[in-house]
């Protein structure tokens, strides 16, 4: 198997700017529009593909962390025993694990609420244009596209609806989205998930964007290429190794705020690599006010 350079190329979707997002806010329908409406638009925006320098951060995993740069790398041999997960397998045993490795490895852990967990496959189509979120086998693929789970205002209204009558209490002290993924059954090789470095990125980098679906209307964020970014990977990502990504902080005081990223094709993969499987578990965690 060839080795991995230490330094390298990858090629990502970013968003391209459009003069009509002064006056018409970006979207993304997943949902059937139906026949008599005007308007059959699912999206109004287009992405460009952008090859970037990307920097493998084996051996130096441990030099990164959430406030600096938006993503920190554990080891956790108890998470690395889940393998054949399911959704009573996830919600009774997985979710209690992810929670003790929150409180032992990330700072100022006072509650966590986890609102959603997925399981991903590089052998799914990686676009669907209908996707049933509610149903949690069925497999997503890999993000190609370089984006923010999670806008400011769609986080703090997920407080609000989620934990309604903490909300007035918990927003008062410091909340973070952080999804937490790793992957399953053997290391990653097929789209590895990059990170960029959260402190590269300006809050004019980020084009807030609405996701319709059915149940809901949520809204993420997209991301305008620029050359300051600094994006990292973690060559043959092993099954204990857990990526912690922020998608939303409210403390102004840390360098990094989110975490914008994508998964890319390495150019090492060949046909006998093992398709990618992973977890990735996104809870709310906050900080009480003090």
């Known amino acids: 198997m060839e080795a991995y350079d ?18 018409e806010k970006p979207f993304q329908l997943f949902i059937d529009i139906p026949a008599n409406v005007p308007d059959q638009r699912k999206t109004n925006i ?13 051996e ?13 790398v554990r080891r956790s041999s108890t998470l690395s025993s889940f393998e054949d997960l399911n959704t009573t397998s996830v919600e009774s045993t997985y979710l209690p694990a992810v929670e003790k490795f929150l409180r032992a490895e990330v700072e100022g852990v006072d509650r966590v609420f986890f609102f959603d967990w997925r399981l991903r496959s590089a052998s799914t189509p990686a676009a669907k244009s209908i ?14 596209y370089v984006h923010v789970d999670q806008a400011p205002v769609a986080a703090l209204n997920r407080v609000k609806t989620q934990l309604a009558n903490e909300a007035d209490y918990l927003l008062q002290g410091r ?3 952080l999804n937490i993924w790793r992957p399953l059954r053997h290391p990653v090789e097929d789209w590895p998930l990059a990170v960029c470095d959260g402190s590269t990125v300006d809050t004019t980098d980020l084009v807030e964007t609405d996701t319709v679906r059915r149940d809901y209307v949520g809204s993420n964020m997209f991301v305008l290429h620029q050359e300051r970014h600094k994006w990292y990977y973690l060559s043959k990502h092993n099954v204990d190794e857990v990526l912690v990504l922020k998608q939303f902080d409210s403390s102004p005081d840390v360098d990094a705020r989110y975490c914008p990223h994508a998964a890319f094709k390495h150019r090492n993969v060949t046909a006998q690599t093992p398709a990618r499987e992973s977890v990735e578990v996104r809870a709310l965690v906050f900080t009480y006010p003090r």
């Open 6 to 23: 230490d330094d390298d190329t990858a090629t990502f979707h970013y968003i391209t700017w459009k003069d009509l997002y002064l006056r």
């Open 46 to 58: 287009e992405f460009e593909r952008k090859e970037v320098g990307i920097q493998d951060i084996r």
């Open 60 to 72: 130096k995993e441990r030099t990164f962390n959430l406030d600096s740069h938006g993503f920190l």
């Open 131 to 144: 996707v049933n979120l509610k149903d949690h086998s069925e497999r997503l693929g890999p993000a190609m």
């Open 175 to 177: 909340v973070r989205i």
